[in-house]
T-cell receptor, first 114, second 114 residues
Framework: DTAVSQTPKYLVTQMGNDKSIKCEQNLGHDTMYWYKQDSKKFLKIMFSYNNKELIINETVPNRFSPKSPDKAHLNLHINSLELGDSAVYFC?????????????FGQGTRLTVV | GNSVTQMEGPVTLSEEAFLTINCTYTATGYPSLFWYVQYPGEGLQLLLKATKADDKGSNKGFEATYRKETTSFHLEKGSVQVSDSAVYFCALTPNSGGYQKVTFGIGTKLQVIP
């Protein structure tokens, strides 16, 4: 019974395509996140939603658009994919935006743009 | 702004050796501090945390003590196993009210050889 699940696990696509990654959490958490992890394992936050409302939007190209249809789902749509978008994308959730809230991560989506 | 500095890896140890991974932070007030672990091909998972000064977090033989005076949260384990091979991330969330965001260090890769 996976707490945070994201699909697909692997995604290989050509430059210029549009793709989506889906994320769902069954923990009842209010806050969800998207992170990007590069080839050196550096982890960078992209977006955060609290109860379907965008609360953190880091300097990410506007080709990336998150969508939260309800508080259990946070999807990531990417337009006009570029080679530099190749990375592992992690979805995460936490009980709230509080200071000691542990984040639960999905298994990641490895995106390869060719 | 907030930041987390941790030693660059990889760290290579023999089984049963003593492990220390250094982590220092910059933040106003009293942040909460975390260590996350990422096993190969998986997402991050919480290893341990501490929410106030002098707290010691511990789990699976790992320990870290929140040192306000040195702004540090070093990870230690007395005897590592091959199964501890992973990437370890130090992280913090600030205690400044409002919506929080987790700040991660760069990650330290640990390789334990038999």
């Amino acid at each position: 019974d996976t707490a945070v699940s994201q699909t697909p696990k692997y995604l290989v696509t050509q430059m210029g395509n549009d793709k989506s990654i889906k994320c769902e959490q069954n923990l009842g958490h209010d806050t969800m996140y998207w992170y990007k992890q590069d080839s050196k394992k550096f982890l960078k936050i992209m977006f955060s939603y609290n109860n379907k409302e965008l609360i953190i939007n880091e300097t990410v190209p506007n080709r990336f658009s998150p969508k939260s249809p309800d508080k259990a789902h946070l999807n990531l749509h990417i337009n006009s994919l570029e080679l530099g978008d190749s990375a592992v994308y992690f979805c995460a959730s936490s009980q709230g935006p509080g200071t000691s809230a542990e984040a639960f991560f999905g298994q990641g989506t490895r995106l390869t743009v060719v | 702004g907030n930041s987390v500095t941790q030693m660059e890896g990889p760290v290579t140890l023999s089984e049963e050796a003593f492990l220390t991974i250094n982590c220092t932070y910059t933040a106003t007030g009293y942040p909460s501090l975390f260590w996350y672990v990422q096993y190969p091909g998986e997402g991050l998972q919480l290893l341990l945390k501490a929410t106030k000064a002098d707290d010691k977090g511990s789990n699976k033989g790992f320990e870290a003590t929140y040192r306000k005076e040195t702004t540090s949260f070093h990870l230690e384990k007395g005897s590592v196993q091959v199964s501890d091979s992973a990437v370890y991330f130090c992280a913090l969330t600030p205690n400044s009210g409002g919506y929080q965001k987790v700040t991660f260090g760069i990650g330290t890769k640990l390789q334990v050889i038999p």
